[in-house]
């Protein structure tokens, strides 16, 4: 595999833009050191940062457990993107690695499994994501983890640095798979359960186990509400944490039952894999161009963004690389701040009460309704 570049530039005024441009961005270069199987669709990369803007000799790029990496990358002459969660975690690997999965016809994934060699290259933007986890030392509360299939890979990362940083509280994992040699990170997870005996209690249910004389059990409205109750994380604990990550089917159960159980929003975090579908902009018969300012890696430029294009549709068009991922408002790779004006969103999956009051909104669904102005 060769080395993938994009880099953005431009040294001339481009039409609707208020100001000469020299945007750049050149993301993360990194080379595989080694290429590990999990499951038999699913491999770890572990990765070395070997260039890029960002790129310090002899360190690694900064992130968080729970967060992903998204590749850059050109196939068959069409530039994609594709987000994979990091399943390392600082502090405690030594390294940076991402979970890789097939997917019934996902082009990305079944490349980088079949045709990856240690030794290739890949390029992505910096490690990114809200779906991660502020712990203490002395804190002692209840961690709820609920993850099915590939949702297991962020909540992997998540899992190793709680148990490392946040001795006292008491974490649970509860996982969805089909058997048991689909389990992701299963030896390690066992490797975990005996090292930390009393503070991390894991169940497994699996729809169809290898043992024909076992049934197969799938985690539902019932047992999770049994399951939460009996971990002792009663309603009035403020301080209980869900981390929700699966298929959207899954997670929508866990959420609604976590929710009629009287949970606040605040207290669910969940990572959305998946887009269905790209939506639809907000009905409008305004269509009068708008004077967007856009603050991006120490440069300001004033574009003309009119509906039905987003903030970063009409960015990208008019020369500006404004980050993104999934392009559906359910990554927060798009995230920019609102200093001005009015931004509207037409559909919001990632960002809290206080991100919205703060003026965080998501570029990639937000259209503009006023003159606005936004740092990214």
Known sequence: ??????????????????????????????????????????????????????????????????????FLLTLRGRALRRSYSICSAPGVDPFLAVTIKRVAN?????????????????????????????????????????????GMIPVFSLLKKVLREEPLSRVTLLSQDRDEDSIL???????????????????????????????GRHLNSTILEETVGRQGASVPDAETLFFLCGPLPFMRMSWFTLRVMGIEERQIKKENFTVDAVPAPPVSTDNRPRRVTI??????????????????????????????????????????????????????????EKDLEQGWVLTCVGYAETDAEITV
């Open 1 to 70: 595999m060769w080395p993938v570049s994009v880099i953005y530039m431009s040294g001339k005024r481009l039409p609707g833009a208020d100001c000469v441009l020299s945007f750049s961005m050149e993301p993360l270069i990194f080379r595989i050191t080694d290429i590990a199987p999990e499951t038999r669709d699913a491999a770890t990369l572990k990765l070395e940062p070997v260039g890029g803007e960002l790129y310090v000799p002899g360190k690694m790029p900064a992130y968080e457990a729970g967060q992903f990496l998204t």
């Open 106 to 150: 996902g082009e990305v994934s079944r490349y980088l499994l079949d045709h990856c060699r240690v030794g290739d290259t890949l390029v992505s933007l910096p490690p990114f994501g809200r779906f991660t986890l502020a712990t203490h030392p002395q804190q002692q509360r209840n961690i709820f983890f609920i993850a099915a299939g590939s």
């Open 185 to 215: 990170f299963r030896k390690s997870l066992a490797v975990l359960r005996v090292r930390f005996p009393l503070s991390f209690h894991w169940s497994a249910f699996l729809s169809k186990p290898a043992d024909p004389r076992i049934n």
């Open 295 to 352: 603050h991006y890696r120490q440069k300001t430029c004033t574009i003309r963004v009119a509906y039905p294009d987003t903030i970063l549709t009409a960015a990208l068009h008019q020369g500006i690389p404004l980050p993104y991922s999934c392009r559906g408002g359910r990554c927060s790779a798009c995230m920019a701040r609102c200093l001005d004006g009015q931004v509207k969103m037409s559909i919001n999956e990632v960002l809290s």
